[in-house]
């Protein structure tokens, strides 16, 4: 694909199709012509962002979510990087938008949060085997293997492993 055509519309398609809508629905949804619809999903198409965003509020997003969606990078490959802090081992991995890490601690590790590092963003934490207890803003939640919970970053919060434990966290803008 040519750095020129770096945006596939065919996922307007898909969001269509998971809506069980077809084209003639969304293009009288939108207000646009079902030919605007046809070439955008067929590739053929140059849309403003006007039509952007006609589409996009069908589907309850905006026009700047829909060109990210539309964005053709189909992957993305993360480097991961040791990470040691607190008891916490394991590896980090960054995207864009979000951080992923993949984390062991023995009973007894325990983790204070750092607002000042978190901006707009979640956390979610994934406890994959062992018990950890999640403090935020005060409020205590005790995790086992297959429960999560997820909160904004920038609130206080830490992670007291209380059984040795095996967890995922990501981080990821709010949008």
């Known amino acids: 694909m040519t750095e020129l055509n770096?945006?596939?519309?065919?996922?307007?398609?898909?969001?269509?199709?998971?809506r069980g809508?077809?084209?003639?629905?969304?293009?009288?949804?939108?207000?646009?012509?079902?030919?605007?619809?046809?070439k955008l999903e067929s590739g053929k198409g140059n849309p403003t962002v006007e039509t952007l965003g006609a589409i996009g509020r069908v589907f309850q997003l905006t026009a700047s979510q829909l060109i990210q969606m539309a964005e053709?990078?189909?992957?993305?490959?993360?480097?991961?990087?040791?990470?040691?802090?607190d008891g916490f081992q394991g590896f980090k991995t960054a995207f864009?938008?979000?951080?992923?890490?993949?984390?062991?601690?023995?009973?007894?590790?325990?983790?204070?949060?750092?607002?000042?590092?978190?901006?707009?963003?979640?956390e979610v934490c994934f406890v994959v085997s062992g018990r950890v207890?999640?403090?935020?803003?005060?409020?205590?939640?005790?995790?086992?293997?297959?429960?999560?919970i997820r909160f904004k970053a920038i609130h206080d919060h830490e992670f007291e492993?209380?059984?040795?434990?095996?967890?995922m966290l990501i981080h990821h803008f709010l949008t």
Not at 21 to 38: F, N, P, S, W, Y
Not at 133 to 148: D, H, I, K, N
Not at 161 to 167: G, I, K, P
Request: aromatic letters at 6%.
């Open 96 to 122: 864009s938008g979000f951080e992923a890490y993949y984390l062991k601690a023995p009973a007894g590790s325990r983790t204070v949060s750092e607002p000042d590092l978190h901006e707009n963003t979640a």
């Open 6 to 18: 770096r945006f596939d519309f065919s996922i307007v398609r898909n969001l269509r199709m998971k």
């Open 72 to 85: 053709t990078c189909a992957t993305e490959s993360g480097s991961p990087t040791l990470f040691d802090q």
């Open 161 to 167: 492993v209380m059984q040795d434990a095996e967890l």
């Open 21 to 38: 809508m077809t084209a003639e629905a969304l293009a009288q949804k939108a207000g646009i012509t079902r030919a605007t619809i046809v």
């Open 133 to 148: 207890r999640v403090t935020v803003l005060g409020e205590t939640t005790e995790l086992g293997p297959g429960s999560s």
